[in-house]
């Protein structure tokens, strides 16, 4: 079975930075693009970016700005997201998602909670 594994959500004051991290497992991973999607409290799901398999390719959404920064590491199954000059407004539950969109995801994890508040 699929399983994706997110990690490394936290609180950080407006500005800060985190690294999340997802852990896949139950497919070939590198034969998959993955995404990243987050859910803010009181709204839908939001596409943030995406990674093609091989990693050589890479796609955001416009409201990341330069700020946030998917890779992948084939050789361990992970996906990373690089979250840079994070605003308030970019408090969600972040989720990695195995697909490319929302529309074409057929799996997520179960998300970890990215907090931003001074």
């Known amino acids: 079975a699929v399983q994706l594994v997110e990690s490394g959500g936290g609180l950080v004051q407006p500005g800060g930075s985190l690294r999340l991290s997802c852990a896949a497992s139950?497919?070939?991973?590198?034969?998959?693009?993955m995404s990243w999607v987050r859910q803010a409290p009181g709204k839908e799901l939001e596409w943030v970016c995406a990674?093609?398999?091989?990693?050589?390719?890479?796609w955001y959404a416009e409201f990341v700005n330069k700020r946030f920064k998917i890779s992948r590491d084939d050789a361990k199954n992970m996906v990373y997201l690089q979250l840079n000059n994070l605003q308030t407004d970019d408090t969600a539950m972040y989720y990695c998602?195995?697909?490319?969109?929302?529309?074409?995801?057929?799996?997520r994890g179960q998300g970890t909670q990215v907090t931003v508040s001074s």
């Open positions: 990674i093609r398999s091989g990693g050589m390719q890479e």
């Open positions: 139950g497919f070939v991973f590198k034969d998959y693009y």
């Open positions: 998602a195995k697909g490319a969109s929302i529309d074409t995801m057929t799996d």
